[in-house]
Antibody
Framework: QVTLTESGPVVVKPTETLTLTCIVS??????????VSWIRQPPGKALEWLADVFSNNEKSYSRSLRNRLTISKDTSESQVVLTMTNFDPVDTATYFC?????????????WGQGILVTVSS | QSVLTQPPSVSAAPGQKVTISCSGS????????VSWYQQLPGTAPKLLIYDNDKRPSGIPDRFSGSKSGTSATLGISGLQTGDEADYYC???????????FGGGTKLTVL
């Protein structure tokens, strides 16, 4: 059974750095056809793709957030970490991690439950 | 502003069929496979359709997907009240080198 579980702070101060962890089980981060992505959703708004990472450490980032995001994976710990610098009120959102299936396609077949991160001074 | 364009809302009566459109460009839908997700209130999105028209195991055949050119369509037949949710299309954008989603469509079953 594939599971993804997000963890991290639920409140972040403005300008601070957010660090989120996604612990995965049921599949190895070494599988070439699979990766992990971070996706966020502000309250009442649409999904926004943030970043992804694959087994060969190939990474992609949202162009609008590229300068603030870093994604990394720890294969031995089965976890993927996302850091976002300079947190701002507009970054308040539910952050999801999801497994990517990629061969000739690209889609998210399993999702974590999400973690709501809000800004507060 | 989402890269893919969906209608904000659609509605239909129980038992009827509804379609949800997703419009993009040659750098995304035009040259990549489309997936669709259902998000029930307060829950994480769930994969409904992948590779334009394939259903994961457990997804009923009331849900269907198609693609033509730079647009894709999700069809839901035999509507049930439990289908009330937000629906999102998604794909890879080769120019942006990023995943992209539509703005979401809220389905109301009257």
């Amino acid at each position: 059974q594939v599971t993804l579980t997000e963890s991290g702070p639920v409140v972040v101060k403005p300008t601070e750095t957010l660090t989120l962890t996604c612990i995965v089980s049921g599949f190895p981060l070494t599988n070439a056809r699979m990766g992990v992505s971070w996706i966020r959703q502000p309250p009442g708004k649409a999904l926004e793709w943030l970043a992804d990472v694959f087994s060969n450490n190939e990474k992609s980032y949202s162009r609008s957030l590229r300068n603030r995001l870093t994604i990394s994976k720890d294969t031995s710990e089965s976890q993927v970490v996302l850091t976002m610098t300079n947190f701002d009120p507009v970054d308040t959102a539910t952050y999801f991690c999801a497994r990517i299936m990629r061969s000739y396609s690209y889609y998210f077949d399993s999702w974590g439950q999400g973690i709501l991160v809000t800004v507060s001074s | 502003q989402s890269v893919l364009t969906q209608p904000p809302s659609v509605s239909a009566a129980p038992g009827q069929k509804v379609t949800i459109s997703c419009s993009g460009s040659s750098s995304n839908i035009g040259n990549n496979y489309v997936s669709w997700y259902q998000q029930l209130p307060g829950t994480a999105p769930k994969l409904l359709i992948y590779d334009n028209d394939k259903r994961p195991s457990g997804i009923p055949d009331r849900f269907s997907g198609s693609k033509s050119g730079t647009s894709a369509t999700l069809g839901i037949s035999g509507l049930q009240t439990g289908d009330e949710a937000d629906y999102y299309c998604g794909t890879w954008d080769s120019r942006l080198t990023a995943g992209v989603f539509g703005g979401g469509t809220k389905l109301t079953v009257l």
